[in-house]
């Protein structure tokens, strides 16, 4: 079953048809899904929340370039990790005309949380609860709740006031076949720090024997949620 819909329950079929199909994904049923498309408007804020942006980009956690009509790709592959958990790849790549910048994750379903939690970065240096709701319209929203790092083998609660606040708006346009996101991240201390909005078109791949792409591999292992 799709962790998606082990979390949301009943409120998952509150959801258009063409999203509920789109995160219907695990290693149940074998299926890989890879978005691509454009990002119309990639946006971040004042000086200090680009600062916090570039030490980010390091780990492939967000970064501090801005720009209008750049190329996407969304990459979901589920797949079971070291500890055998059923996890799935959550990279989204951006191709700036000069290089492409990453944001990277591994989400799971929490079996001692009850809901999902996704690492950040392909260090997985950091980690957050994630929230999901079904939108009057058919989105779905997610948000970010508690964070944390990893550090010296610790896993150290961010403070709210320091923390990146997640809030990601996905639909389905009938008229036009397309997804759109909207994503937004805002510090309670910082401000706004970054957004991007856009749409993209989607494939759904037999993942049947395969394994994710070398490049989105995670490179570094964490067993703490």
Not at 37 to 61: C, E, Q, T
Not at 79 to 88: C, L, P, S
């Amino acid at each position: 079953m799709s962790v998606y819909k082990r979390q949301m329950g009943e409120d998952y079929f509150k959801l258009h048809p063409e999203i509920q199909k789109r995160f219907d994904f695990s290693t149940t049923n074998n299926i890989a899904v890879v978005g691509k498309g454009v990002m119309k408007k990639i946006w971040n804020g004042n000086k200090l929340a680009v600062f916090v942006l570039k030490i980010l980009s390091k780990r492939n956690i967000l970064f501090p370039r801005i720009g209008e009509n750049i190329e996407y790709e969304i990459h979901n592959y589920p797949y079971k990790d070291k500890q055998n958990r059923e996890v799935h790849s959550m990279n989204r790549v951006f191709y700036f005309s000069d290089e492409e910048q990453r944001f990277d994750g591994t989400a799971l379903f929490s079996e001692r949380k009850n809901h999902i939690v996704e690492y950040l970065g392909l260090d997985h240096s950091m980690i957050f609860e994630m929230g999901l709701m079904a939108e009057k319209d058919g989105a779905i929203k997610f948000t970010s709740g508690k964070q944390f790092i990893f550090m010296f083998g610790l896993k150290i609660p961010v403070l709210s006031f320091l923390r990146g606040d997640i809030e990601l708006l996905e639909w389905y346009d009938d008229k036009e076949k397309k997804f759109y996101l909207d994503l937004k991240v805002v510090s309670k201390l910082f401000g706004p720090l970054f957004g991007f909005s856009g749409w993209f078109e989607l494939e759904y791949i037999d993942f049947t024997g395969k394994q994710i792409p070398e490049k989105f591999k995670p490179t570094r292992f964490e067993s703490k949620e």
